[in-house]
């Protein structure tokens, strides 16, 4: 544990960060999970208009500096890649 102040506060503003971080990331996978059990139950019509809204939540996740937006591109392909196959 941090004896300085300002290390307390840094302590402090981490965690706050780290659990918004966190919640940021577990709406992506639900909403990729989301999506890819629409694919695999054969219900491509709903998937195809969840699509974008599974881009934005990706997007979103990248800027916050939650994922790289490299990874965010990689995953965007895939999902289109999986809808497509």
């Known amino acids: 544990m941090p004896n300085i102040k300002s290390a307390i ?3 402090r503003q981490n ?3 780290r659990m918004r971080n966190r ?3 577990s709406e992506m ?3 990729v999970k989301r999506f890819r059990r629409l694919v695999a139950d054969g219900q491509l019509d709903e998937a195809r208009a969840a699509l974008p809204s599974v881009y934005s939540v990706i997007d979103r996740t ?3 500096g939650v994922i790289h ?3 965010a591109a990689r995953s965007k ?3 289109s890649k999986h809808l497509a196959s």
Do not use: F
Request: aromatic fraction near 0%.
């Open 29 to 31: 996978r639900t909403a």
């Open 9 to 11: 506060k840094r302590m």
């Open 23 to 25: 919640s940021r990331l």
């Open 69 to 71: 937006r490299n990874t």
């Open 77 to 79: 392909s895939r999902l």
């Open 62 to 64: 990248a800027r916050h």
């Open 15 to 17: 965690e706050i960060r």
